[in-house]
Structures are given as structure tokens and as C-alpha cells.
């Protein structure tokens, strides 16, 4: 009698397996694996919700383990219904342990990041929407794409468990560091190098979420997820962290994790708040100094006029903050922004609108001692935006200057700018067949501007933006050159797969 209750009870248990089982899988409407690497060693499980489902949105995951092993279920593929049920593509990434060879998994995660862009259209992913997301080890894969990889292979936002952050081996994890670096761990370049704290850009690095215990005894979340809070809310970027009060370390999708439904809950929330440009939509590049940049405004990511502008424009566009503090146009100048790494991911990013605001430091004297090669400098950037495939509308934006006066704390020279460069960049416009965008009596407002009467503040930046909007909008009633090459670079894409 006992035997049969027992058989009974275990054919009712395996029933209900099997009906869990069933219920995990339903939102997946297709797996399959693809190599990653020349030698198939690295491999990525792709688990995709149905067509009429997909959101467009993907998620490379990058499992823990200490770049020792690979926790590749419960960090890895038990997330793929969580994913799938919300229309995201999970796309798992067993890569290559690094023994020493440090760029066997970075090689591997940027690899997974490109081929899931270049598969967009087969696997219904919109390529602008490809984040990356990693637990401890997984974690500092993740923040190392994010923080060092190219525009092609950085993702457009991290999720980030518990996450090993430092190389230093008093503040990060040991284990994780001695197995990256090898033997090389003792270089001290290389372990700044690797410390993705160090390495968070402004503008460039994507929106972040990270998700800890605050009992975590194996990588102290101070020195590593904290820190990597401190420095993306320093540059001014998007970060959310959330630290709950126990759970320790290494929990991923496990359901006897204390707050799994809470942290749950968490990062669905985050996820619906990010913003998902359209997979055609027109690429929109500001370049510029530090009025471009934000200088001034508090997490200028989202108050300053790119942000702004992106706002205003929607999610048919997706614009991209390239300005850079203090750059001149001179290429003679002291800080020329055609120098700089910023410059070629401006081109690298191939817009379809650039609008370029430089000039006002150039005005200074010590850089307008070089004025006369001025017009042949924007004449080179004009010449190089105009080379990329997308074949980008330019606008040139005057410079934004109060009064004529020189200002005595930052020799920005009023009088240079109106007499001198306004009149070449008009120049340069006709010829090029470049549009003119004037903000000045859009800021010609105080309250608009900071004491310095240089830098807009955020008010004054939401001018801009208006401005500028104004202008695209204006030109966008006729579709004209910019949908038709947007058009048919989508088209190219889709009959490449």
C-alpha cells in the first residue's frame, strides 16, 4: 500500500515537472546554437520569443564563474524565460575561459555583440537595441565591452549581477584577476587597464543597472559594483543600483534567492524605461565642445541638449552626444577635437544628421593665432562627414557667445566669433550646401545661462534642443536624401540576410 502511494505520488511530482517544464518553455518560440570563435569552443544558446512577439530588444548573457567555470544555467540559460515572456531575445554566451589569454572571452563577448547586430533581421532584433549582461566574472566581461569596445560591439545597455569591477586584487576578486591577467597580474598598467571603474566615459558608456547583496563577502560591493555606481553617476551617465540586505554572492536566477520576485521586479521595471529607438531610425550626431557636452548641467545625459533633442525627436531618431569640453576646431588649436578617439566614433557611428557646434574656443587667443586655417580645418570635417556610406544632411551651428567682450575667465573672444568665425562658417555653409543653425537669441536670456555666460544650463539646453528640432522637423516634412539613404541602408541589410 505504501509502495503504491509512493508510485503514486511520484507520478503526480513527475507530472507536475513536466507541466513546469512545459510552462518555463512556452514563450520561446525558437533555440538553436551558433559558434562564436574560429575554433566553435565559444558557442551563443539563442532562445527567441515568436515573431509577433519580439520586442526587438536582445540580451547577450555572460555567466559567471571566475574565469575559472561557467555557472551557465542558473546565471545563464534559466534566464531565457524571464526574457523571452517580455518579447526579448536571450542570447547566452558560453565563452572561452582565458587561462591566462585575456582576450579569448573579451574577443568572444564582442563577437556574440556583433553577430547578434548582423543577425537583426533574421532573429527580429533591432540593432540599436543589443545590451549585454554578466554575473561577477560574467559581470566584469560585460563592464569591459561596455566601457572599452568599439561602437560596433558596445552594447546599448548592461545589466550587471554582483559584479567583479576591480583588477586590484585587494579590492576586486582575486581569483577572477589571477585567471584574466595570468602572468601578467602584477602589471599594475594592466590591472588600472581592467579595472572598469577607471575606464567609464562620459556619453559613451551605456545605461547601467546593478543588482547586489550587501552581504556579498566574495567581491566587496564598495570597491566593485558601488564604485562603478560612483564613477557612471560622476560622468553624469544613466545607473540604477539596487542592494539587497542579504543573499551573499553568486544567487543569479535562483528562486531561493530572498528577494528573487523583488529584484525581479526591479529590473523589469528598469528595462521598460529605457527607451528603444526604431530599428531604421535616423542616426543624429552633435559634435562639440563643452556646450554640446553639458559642461555645467548635472547628469547632462539626460538634461543636456543631445538628450534633449532626443526627447523632442522620438523614437524615429536616435541621437548621440558627441561633444567633448574645452575642443577646438583648429586642428592647431590646444585641444583639437578632430585628435581626439571621439571624433572617429562620431564617423564610426555613420550618421544620417551631424549638426556641428564648435568655434567658440577657438576665438581664444592662444588658438586664434592660427585663425587663418580655420576655414580649411571645417573644411576637412565637412569633407569627411560627407565620405561616410549614409551620405549625412550637415548643419553648422554658430557659435553661442554673451556680448563682444572677451570674457576675463575663459578669453573666449565675442568680437572673433561675430566678425570672424560666424562669417567663414556662412562661407562654408553656401558652399557645401550645409544648413545654418543660430541659437543665439534662443539664449540671449540669462536664466537661460550659466554665471559664466558661456554654458547653457539645463533650461538653456532645452532651448537648444528646440532649435535644433526645429530645424530637422522642418526638413523632415520632405523626406528628401536622409529617409531615402536610411531606407535603403535597412534594405541592404535585410537582403544581406
Known amino acids: 500500500m505504501i509502495n503504491k502511494m509512493m508510485n503514486k505520488r511520484c507520478i503526480v511530482w513527475m507530472a507536475f515537472l513536466w507541466a513546469s517544464m512545459g510552462a518555463l518553455a512556452q514563450s520561446t518560440a525558437r533555440q538553436f546554437e551558433v559558434k562564436v570563435s574560429n575554433d566553435g569552443e565559444a558557442t551563443l544558446t539563442c532562445f527567441l520569443p515568436a515573431a509577433d512577439k519580439a520586442t526587438g530588444r536582445a540580451v547577450v548573457v555572460c555567466?559567471?564563474?571566475?574565469?575559472?567555470?561557467?555557472?551557465?544555467?542558473?546565471?545563464?540559460?534559466?534566464?531565457?524565460?524571464?526574457?523571452?515572456?517580455?518579447?526579448?531575445?536571450?542570447?547566452?554566451?558560453?565563452?572561452?575561459?582565458?587561462?591566462?589569454?585575456?582576450?579569448?572571452?573579451?574577443?568572444?563577448?564582442?563577437?556574440?555583440?556583433?553577430?547578434?547586430?548582423?543577425?537583426?533581421?533574421?532573429?527580429?532584433?533591432?540593432?540599436?537595441?543589443?545590451?549585454?549582461?554578466?554575473?561577477?566574472?560574467g559581470g566584469h566581461l560585460a563592464a569591459t565591452i561596455s566601457t572599452q569596445a568599439d561602437v560596433a560591439h558596445r552594447p546599448d545597455f548592461s545589466i550587471l549581477f554582483y559584479p567583479v569591477i576591480s583588477m586590484d586584487g585587494a579590492k576586486g576578486h582575486i581569483g577572477s584577476m589571477n585567471n584574466l591577467l595570468g602572468k601578467e597580474r602584477n602589471d599594475?598598467?594592466?590591472r588600472r587597464q581592467y579595472s572598469c571603474e577607471r575606464r567609464v566615459r562620459r556619453h559613451a558608456t551605456p545605461p547601467a543597472i546593478l543588482l547586489l547583496s550587501n552581504d556579498d563577502l566574495s567581491v566587496p560591493p564598495v570597491t566593485n559594483a558601488i564604485a562603478y555606481y560612483s564613477a557612471m553617476r560622476g560622468k553624469g551617465n544613466l545607473c540604477a543600483?539596487?542592494?539587497?540586505?542579504?543573499?551573499?554572492?553568486?544567487?543569479?536566477?535562483?528562486?531561493?534567492?530572498?528577494?528573487?520576485?523583488?529584484?525581479?521586479?526591479?529590473?523589469?521595471?528598469?528595462?521598460?524605461?529605457?527607451?528603444?529607438?526604431?530599428?531604421?531610425?535616423?542616426r543624429v550626431a552633435c559634435i562639440g565642445n563643452s556646450i554640446t557636452d553639458g559642461a555645467g548641467i548635472d547628469m547632462a545625459e539626460a538634461r543636456g541638449y543631445p538628450a534633449q533633442l532626443q526627447r523632442l525627436l522620438g523614437n524615429g531618431y536616435l541621437v548621440k552626444n558627441y561633444g567633448f569640453s574645452a575642443r577646438t576646431m583648429l586642428n592647431k588649436g590646444d585641444h583639437p577635437y578632430m585628435k581626439e578617439g571621439l571624433w572617429k566614433e562620431a564617423l564610426d557611428f555613420n550618421p544620417n544628421i551631424v549638426v556641428v557646434k564648435l568655434g567658440t574656443n577657438d576665438s581664444k587667443a592662444i588658438n586664434w593665432k592660427y585663425g587663418e586655417e580655420f576655414k580649411a580645418d571645417m573644411q576637412q570635417m565637412i569633407d569627411s562627414l560627407k565620405a561616410l556610406p549614409s551620405k549625412p544632411k550637415i548643419y553648422l551651428a554658430y557659435p553661442i557667445v554673451a556680448g563682444c567682450e572677451v570674457n576675463k575667465e575663459t578669453d573666449i573672444n565675442g568680437e572673433v566669433i561675430e566678425k570672424e568665425i560666424i562669417p567663414i562658417i556662412q562661407k562654408l555653409a553656401k558652399k557645401n550646401k550645409c544648413s545654418i543653425i543660430d541659437m543665439r537669441e534662443a539664449l540671449d536670456k540669462q536664466e537661460l545661462m550659466l554665471k559664466d555666460r558661456v554654458h547653457p544650463n539645463a533650461k538653456g539646453a532645452a532651448a537648444m534642443a528646440k532649435e535644433v528640432a526645429k530645424r530637422i522637423e522642418k526638413e523632415m516634412e520632405y523626406p528628401g536624401q536622409i529617409r531615402v539613404n536610411v531606407i535603403r541602408e535597412t534594405r541592404s541589410t535585410e537582403y544581406a540576410k
Not at 575559472?68 to 524571464?82: I, K, N, P, S, V
Open 63 to 137: 555567466p559567471g564563474g571566475a574565469y575559472w567555470a561557467l555557472a551557465m544555467q542558473h546565471e545563464g540559460t534559466d534566464w531565457a524565460e524571464y526574457f523571452n515572456a517580455q518579447g526579448i531575445a536571450c542570447c547566452v554566451l558560453k565563452y572561452r575561459l582565458p587561462k591566462g589569454d585575456r582576450t579569448k572571452p573579451i574577443g568572444d563577448a564582442m563577437n556574440a555583440m556583433k553577430m547578434v547586430r548582423d543577425s537583426a533581421a533574421a532573429w527580429h532584433v533591432n540593432p540599436h537595441d543589443v545590451g549585454i549582461m554578466g554575473s561577477s566574472a
Open 241 to 282: 543600483l539596487y542592494v539587497y540586505p542579504t543573499g551573499g554572492h553568486g544567487w543569479g536566477f535562483k528562486q531561493d534567492f530572498k528577494y528573487h520576485n523583488e529584484m525581479l521586479g526591479n529590473l523589469t521595471s528598469w528595462l521598460n524605461q529605457l527607451p528603444s529607438p526604431a530599428p531604421d531610425a535616423i
Open 188 to 190: 599594475a598598467q594592466l
